[in-house]
């Protein structure tokens, strides 16, 4: 159920502008219906896929030349 927020744009700015000026570093912004969430710390930077090597991949890549014992 959708209804008005009950905190305006400007009270988001101002919250951010004051938590930067005292130095703290913002990681993420959540805006919900009746609050403003926002979490400190460094950002967590995005993974390039290519990059993020995943321990199973090699698994089942090689899965089908592997025979099960019966």
Known sequence: MRGPCTFKISD???TFKAMLASGLE???VEIRKDELVIFTGKPVEA???QDAANEWDEV???A???KRSA
């Open 60 to 62: 089942l890549t090689n």
């Open 26 to 28: 913002v990681a993420r």
């Open 64 to 66: 089908p030349d592997k």
């Open 47 to 49: 993974v390039d896929e």
């Open 12 to 14: 988001a700015k101002r």
